[in-house]
């Protein structure tokens, strides 16, 4: 089985060379990065997942988790890796230095939780679910609440969770029917079950944070008038039970170590977290944050089965090269002679490191995000700076959520197919991957969800601005590397596409103004258009940077710290990209342009 090994020296590649070109010019020197102190922090991120948390992923999908009396118990492997991550910091890695974090940046966090995601999905689960309701009572809790529970949430003492599913009602969180009773000021009385509540009971924390949609009584009917509140399991004034009791935990498919809960909420005590009626807009704080989170863990798929699959096919020989033997010296030679599993191995990695770079994009825009809101821009086009960098991150966040889990699980399934039977059998790890890999399709909205979410409210909704915006971003590089003629060969595709994207979003809409079925008709092949061509925008990034890098010293190793083999099969990935899977595209602009009519049953 191969062993996980971060991939420090590509995230370091997007965090030193192609992260500026994604930056605004009025906050670049507010969001530098110290360099070494950024290759420090993830050398121990990667020490820690490569050494604790990698070598437990098997051991902890064997033993699973227990439930008895009442009690969820997780792996002792599991427990004690999370009271080493605790304990280390790694939970306040980019949250705020007032309430106990490191104040680092969303780059540096996205890096890390990559990370321990490719090193052990189930576990990753459980820091970015009380990430997410960190980031929802920064926004939106009362100062009161903020200091009595971001502390310990920070530091990992207590863990936060969302509860937002009802047996009833998938998504459709306006048939939601938890209710809540007002029986103080901002202190509520809450009724109701919840299913699908990840790690929202368990032993590794002294105490699970819920935070709850419900409905105060006499509040209007739908989303509109659903509250957020915050439900401890423990009460902390006097440590008392606060009847949130754990019924049960699934079965499930994969992430066995952790635990999905069914939970009933009987006259629990729960504390507002913002407006009444408003608790939709605090959740979404919570949702995109998982969204983003699932995007990574997308792209930690496509890595790790990379990994496997690469491990694999050096060491394992079976047939002969068509072009005659290689290895005199073996019976057979190795998997890589052979173009399919060369061509396997090339769409993982294309995904792993387009997602990636995707991934680092939406976390710059974040992190400008957060410091103009925090008044730290003094530029007279701040406001237009933020309102575009919102625009978007709202529009990049469906794609990244379902494109680079829909790739991800794509790469493992490539992964069982590099292994053949052997990877079809626990023995080499590689099922677990896919087993673990299929969720993050579905949780935080499914990929049919994101589509609607991508073209009806994203696009459409704003008219396109937003759209406009990134392929605006694709025309300028573009006309920069016009005269490139190493890589005309990927721009002049994308030249095409940042003309067509916008031509094929206006017949959508002219459409769907006769028919609104045909917005929904179109939903899943215009995301999956998007992704292909928004990877292709980041991929020809990184051949331009990786290009000019090899330039500098065309003969010797360039004195930047990368070295040659990573730069050049940088610039070999991204034409492959472009021969091999950006074409994809053109069968998914077909697709949605076809009509709803050939949908019908």
């Avoid at 002792?76 to 939970?91: I, Q």
């Avoid at 009971?201 to 409905?215: C, F, Q, S, Y």
């Avoid at 595709?493 to 459409?511: C, N």
Wanted: charged share 20%; with cysteine; aromatic share 8%.
């Amino acid at each position: 089985m191969t062993r996980y090994k971060a991939p420090l020296e590509d995230m370091r590649f997007l965090l030193e060379h192609c992260a500026a070109e994604h930056r605004t010019e009025h906050n670049l020197t507010q969001l530098g990065l110290d360099g070494e102190e950024a290759s420090f922090i993830l050398s121990q991120a990667a020490h820690f997942v490569e050494y604790e948390l990698a070598p437990i992923n098997r051991a902890c999908d064997e033993l699973g988790c227990r439930f008895e009396d009442g009690k969820v118990f997780l792996a002792e492997p599991m427990k004690k890796a999370y009271s080493h991550y605790a304990e280390a910091g790694w939970m306040g890695l980019s949250m705020p230095e007032r309430w106990g974090g490191q104040g680092a940046s969303s780059q540096l966090s996205a890096c890390a939780g990559e990370m321990v995601t490719s090193a052990h999905h189930a576990f990753s689960m459980i820091p970015a679910l009380n990430m997410s309701a960190i980031k929802a009572l920064l926004k939106f809790g009362s100062e009161d609440l903020k200091c009595q529970y971001l502390p310990n949430m920070i530091s990992g003492k207590w863990l936060g969770c969302m509860a937002l599913t009802e047996a009833h009602c998938g998504s459709d969180l306006g048939l939601i029917r938890t209710s809540a009773e007002a029986v103080g000021d901002d202190v509520y009385v809450i009724k109701g079950n919840k299913i699908f509540i990840s790690a929202g009971a368990h032993d590794a924390a002294e105490n699970i944070i819920h935070l709850v949609l419900a409905r105060i009584k006499g509040a209007p009917a739908g989303v509109k008038g659903l509250s957020l509140f915050l439900v401890p399991e423990q009460l902390p004034d006097d440590n008392a039970p606060n009847n949130v009791d754990c019924i049960g935990i699934e079965e499930k498919m994969g992430i066995h170590s952790n635990p999905t809960c069914s939970i009933r909420y009987e006259n629990s005590r729960g504390f507002l977290v913002g407006e009444p009626h408003k608790g939709i807009k605090a959740m979404f704080i919570m949702m995109n944050e998982m969204r983003m989170g699932t995007a990574t863990q997308g792209v930690g798929l496509s890595e790790v089965s990379y990994q496997h699959s690469l491990g694999y096919a050096s060491e394992r020989r079976q047939g002969r090269s068509l072009k005659g033997t290689v290895d005199l010296a073996h019976e057979a030679d190795s998997l890589l002679v052979h173009a399919d599993i060369r061509r396997m191995l090339l769409t993982q990695r294309a995904f792993a490191e387009g997602g990636r770079a995707l991934s680092q994009f939406c976390s710059q825009l974040l992190d400008s995000i957060d410091a103009d809101e925090a008044g730290q821009c003094a530029s007279p086009h701040a406001s237009l700076f933020l309102d575009d960098n919102k625009l978007l991150l709202n529009f990049l966040t469906p794609i990244a959520k379902a494109f680079c889990t829909e790739t991800g699980l794509e790469s493992s399934s490539l992964a069982i197919q590099v292994l053949g039977g052997h990877g079809y059998i626990r023995e080499s790890g590689v099922e677990q991957l896919y087993r673990d890999g299929r969720i993050s399709t579905l949780y935080e909205g499914t990929t049919g969800i994101q589509s609607l979410d991508l073209l009806g409210r994203k696009v459409l909704g704003t008219q396109a601005k937003s759209l406009l915006l990134f392929t605006k971003k694709i025309y300028r590089l573009c006309q920069l590397e016009k005269d490139n003629q190493a890589i005309l060969h990927m721009v002049k595709p994308m030249v095409g596409y940042a003309k067509e994207w916008p031509e094929l979003t206006q017949t959508v809409a002219i459409k769907g103004m006769k028919d609104h079925e045909e917005v929904g008709a179109a939903a899943y092949d215009y995301l999956m258009y998007s992704g292909y061509v928004s990877l292709g925008y980041f991929w020809l990034t990184m051949a331009v940077n990786a290009s000019k890098l090899l330039a500098e010293q065309p003969h010797t190793q360039p004195n930047n710290g990368f070295s040659r083999g990573f730069l050049t099969s940088k610039v070999r990935t991204a034409s492959f990209y472009f021969s091999r899977i950006l074409p994809r595209a053109e069968s998914h602009r077909q697709a949605l342009l076809s009509g709803s009519e050939n949908l019908s049953l």
